[in-house]
């Protein structure tokens, strides 16, 4: 037994070994020899030289004609790609890429088949058709995921993953990595290069969604796995560990351990270049180029300039040699930041220049910001304050983008956090689902090994039971031969006794071999007769309502919970008419036949009666019973009473009824504290307003006022939505009430001084450590028609004012003072001015409780005021998952700033849908809108 079990093992551990060497080739560094002469000579041409560069690559792309090794061509067809790609030449590209895809379809590769979607992604992501590359992605998936291709799908999520980082879609790039972990842990457990790998770029997706925690966690995992392979020929190993010991220490340097990233970027950097890399690899060479531009920031931060600037350039001119036009734009601003640093301020002008132009002609908000910010400071230095300014705005206007997308990655965290957790406690479900499998076939193979050795038990006495025979048999053949010798008298009596003693042994044999088959049987009988009666007891002592029928649909056997759920009697079950096929429920009948269509079990909940008519509800399973042949012998049937839960759930849903009524009577009720619209209409004049709750009542309102001449209108946000923020609101419209009839002095900042004051008051607020969340955010605006003059105050929320034609000096000069921004449509005809609100709300603030500021501007007729809550900006929705930011709520307003009042509104609500399309509602949405 023992050498058969070895035997197996030794048997399997070669299968395990072939199949990991056969599937290595994916990752071995896969280059022919006269691609690689020429592409690495490539690099002694100068870059500008375009059309000696093509040139070269045509010559590496036919050395490939003669190539026999289909892995080698593929890879050197996908290195040669990358270059066409860095050389801009789309014949070249679109070249290789169908090369690849012919040799994917023609031998069925998988490998060849995700090498091709890969290149072809690339070269979308290249011209920023993200979607068109996530679509790409996706049907390699689901081309790959029926096939089992474990490690390509492992390549196509990572790849996935990277696209939606680039498009900032946090939680998705998450959700494709963790998902690339769970494959490589469960199918790909042997193949250690692909775990590393995998480890390696989810460390790299989270430090550039600068959560250092999680990447430093996953980078050590990567490591611990690289470092047991330090020694392998295989040079990926080499490559991966050098390219996690970088992204370590860039992890080390974000935290501020600076002596530890130095140590490990001078590690990364000598695996490079002890490793013979040359150019021909550039999908890792950029890497020493981060190395490089690492080691530079991390001595700077030292304060050893010397070495700073020295690891700097040599970062800079690999990236030039690349062409890598963003990493480029980066070694500009951080070159200039060192010769700020070293107070070489005209040098640092000309790369914080050069820096500018490379970052804007990629459009990449973070290094426009930082290259403004510095050539800012520049010209403040040299007293040009008029230059000065000019770069401070554009580095500001940058710095939104910048905030926005780091306020959605803030939004996003939360989500990546349950993603993470919710992956570690389904890696902790399936390692425990192993351990029971594990136990489970121990238990198998005990009961085998028991099986083996009661079967060689059996054996052995068979053998001493025919070895006693053999002995008995050769006794008698020696009394025979003794009777002959002794007596031939006897010979013929011998022949008849030696007939009947052969026909007697073979009628011992039989009766032995009888007695056997009938012990055997007696036993087979005996154990089902223990399971039947063992089942039975179960069927019978259970709660659950359990009756069998054969496959006519007629009982043949029922439990004591059948006869006490139905108030039949049992003696009488058996004959009942009720309990006939025949008589079968139009639900029962329905199942019944579904399950003899199907022979599958069959579920279903329906309304029964017991014998004298008192309904009850059931929820019941009905299973098939099968024979050798698949075909139906019997149905069981088993229903479990569930009429106190049908009607615990009535109650409730008729609960859910009146408080919806209450809540809907509650809306009537706000509705009617409105101002009634023929008030609107005759104080505000041509308008609209538009009124979406997220629930049924709403925390924001609108409010309207009129007096000595002055038209007083307004759109809040009290806290919360819903119930809670409705409360809010109506006692926000009668403070309005209130302040508006004792107020002699009329300002929008004075109204908001007494409303504050009055929320505090009535809501018990004391002091600032005694602050309660309660409170409104608000756009106040008071009008004097007869003068032409508009009033702004804001707290803590936008107003705007849109004007036709261009902006005057005296326009100009306010929105200056107050720190309001003006926006231009496309048509420059008409501008948007963002009237800045002040930073405090209505309710106790943990700020100095300093007077409001308001904001007047002089305007012509024809002009239209907005207000707005922040329902309407912050809505998520879109192809992205993404708000809807103020930027474009800016860009709705001066789109359709020539409709009418009814159009404006009509053209923003279907913007809004069209948005949220099946997203929930994220606010309640307010905007009013009035021509001046």
């Keep these: ?125 290249r011209h920023s058709k993200l979607d068109s590359a996530i679509v790409v992605f996706q049907k390699s998936i689901k081309y790959l995921e029926p096939k089992k291709a474990f490690r390509q799908l492992v390549k196509a999520h990572c790849f996935l993953a990277y696209t939606y980082d680039y498009a900032h879609n946090e939680v998705l790039s998450i959700r494709n990595m963790l998902k690339a972990v769970s494959i490589v842990k469960n199918e790909c457990a042997t193949d250690t290069l692909l775990i590393g790998e995998v480890y390696l770029n989810t460390s790299l997706i989270y430090l550039n969604d600068e959560d250092y925690s999680k990447a430093k966690e996953y980078i050590s995992q990567a490591l611990s796995i690289l470092r047991h392979v330090k020694e392998s020929d295989n040079k990926m190993y080499h490559s991966y560990l050098n390219i996690a010991l970088i992204v370590d220490a860039d992890i080390h340097r974000a935290i501020g351990e600076y002596d530890e990233a130095i140590s490990l970027y001078n590690e990364g950097i000598d695996g490079f270049t002890s490793s013979g890399l040359d150019y021909s690899t550039s999908n890792t060479y950029h890497y020493l180029s981060d190395a490089y531009n690492g080691l530079g920031i991390t001595y700077q931060k030292k304060q050893m300039y010397d070495e700073a600037i020295k690891n700097m350039l040599a970062g800079f001119d690999i990236r030039k040699r690349l062409a890598l036009k963003k990493k480029i734009a980066d070694s500009y601003i951080t070159i200039a930041d060192y010769y700020t640093k070293t107070q070489q301020d005209d040098s640092a002008y000309v790369n914080y220049e050069k820096g500018f132009k490379a970052a804007y002609s990629i459009r990449d908000a973070k290094l426009i910001h930082l290259a403004s910010q510095g050539l800012a400071n520049y010209y403040h230095k040299k007293r040009d304050y008029e230059k000065a300014y000019k770069y401070l705005e554009i580095a500001n206007n940058y710095y939104q983008d910048v905030l926005e997308v780091r306020q959605s990655k803030a939004v996003a965290r939360e989500e990546m956090d349950y993603l993470f957790e919710e992956e570690l406690d389904y890696a902790k479900r399936i390692n425990a689902e192993q351990d029971a499998e594990i136990k489970r076939d121990k238990i198998i193979i005990y009961l085998a ?39 031939k008298q006897l010979q013929d009596q011998q022949k008849e006794i030696s007939q009947k003693n052969q026909e007697l042994r073979a009628t011992t044999e039989m009766l032995e071999k009888s007695v056997a088959e009938l012990r055997a049987t007696t036993e087979m009988l005996e154990e089902r007769n223990n399971e039947l009666t063992m089942l039975s007891a179960v069927a019978s002592s259970t709660g659950n309502s359990i009756y069998i029928t054969n496959k006519d649909g007629k009982m043949i056997w029922f439990n004591d919970a059948f006869s006490r759920e139905t108030h039949i009697p049992k003696e009488e079950l058996h004959t009942h008419p009720a309990l006939k096929s025949s008589s079968m429920t139009p639900e029962t009948r329905i199942i019944y036949e579904k399950v003899l269509a199907t022979k599958k079990t069959q579920t279903y909940t329906a309304e029964m009666k017991h014998l004298e008519g008192e309904p009850f509800w059931v929820q019941a399973y009905v299973n098939p019973v099968l024979d050798d042949d698949g075909e139906i012998m019997m149905i069981v049937w088993v229903s479990t009473n569930i009429t106190e839960l049908h009607h615990a759930y009535e109650k409730i849903e008729n609960q859910n009824k009146e408080i919806n009524a209450s809540i809907s009577y509650a809306r009537r009720i706000q509705d009617a504290v409105q101002p009634m619209k023929i008030f609107s209409d005759e104080i505000l004049g041509d308008h609209f307003i538009i009124n979406m709750p997220r629930n049924i009542v709403s925390g924001d309102f609108h409010w309207v006022g009129y007096k000595n001449g002055l038209s007083v209108f307004t759109v809040a946000d009290c806290t919360g939505h819903g119930v809670p923020g409705a409360f809010i609101s109506m006692l926000g419209q009668v403070m309005l009430n209130q302040t508006l009839s004792k107020l002699e002095d009329i300002t929008s900042a004075n109204i908001l001084d007494i409303l504050r004051n009055g929320i505090i008051h009535q809501l018990h607020q004391r002091d600032k450590e005694d ?16 003068n032409c003059i508009i009033d702004f105050a804001g707290a803590y929320s936008y107003g705007y004012l849109l004007r036709f034609g261009t902006p005057d000096a005296e326009t100009e000069a306010i929105c200056n003072e107050s720190g309001s921004k003006i926006i231009f449509n496309q048509q420059k005809d008409a501008y948007l001015i963002r009237l800045k609100p002040n930073r405090m709300t209505i309710g106790i603030d943990r700020r100095d409780m300093i007077p409001f500021k308001n904001i007047k501007f002089k305007v012509n007729h024809g002009d239209i005021a907005y207000a707005t809550t922040d329902g309407y900006p912050d809505q998520f929705g879109g192809p992205r998952q993404k708000r809807f930011f103020v930027a474009n709520f800016e860009k709705m307003l001066l789109k359709y700033c020539h409709l009418t009042m009814i159009e404006q509104r009509q053209a923003l609500e279907q913007t809004f849908l069209e948005w949220k399309g099946d997203y929930e509602q994220t606010d309640d949405v307010h905007v009013l809108g009035i021509v001046l």
């Excluded at 290195?79 to 030449?89: K, N, S, T």
């Excluded at 890429?97 to 995700?114: P, R």
């Design 771 to 786: 602050a309660s969340s309660d409170s409104m955010d608000a756009s106040m605006f008071v009008y004097d028609r007869d």
């Design 449 to 487: 090994v028991s099986f083996c050795l009661i079967a060689a038990v059996m054996i052995a006495m068979i053998i001493v039971l025919f070895y006693k025979r053999q002995k008995k048999n050769r006794m008698l053949q020696i009394q025979r031969d003794q009777l002959e010798l002794r007596s």
């Design 1 to 125: 037994m023992r050498i058969l079990l070895l035997t197996i093992l030794l048997f399997l551990t070669a299968c395990v070994n072939y199949c990991v060497g056969q599937s290595g080739f994916v990752y071995s560094n896969i280059c022919c020899e006269g691609e690689q002469k020429i592409t690495s000579a490539l690099y002694s041409t100068d870059p500008k030289d375009k059309q000696l560069w093509i040139k070269t690559l045509i010559e590496a792309e036919k050395s490939l004609d003669n190539e026999k090794d289909l892995d080698r061509v593929t890879g050197s067809l996908s290195r040669i790609y990358q270059l066409y790609d860095i050389a801009e030449d789309d014949d070249g590209k679109n070249r290789c890429l169908q090369k690849i895809t012919h040799l994917a379809e023609s031998t069925g590769s998988l490998d060849i088949y995700v090498r091709a979607q890969i290149m072809q992604a690339h070269n979308l992501i």
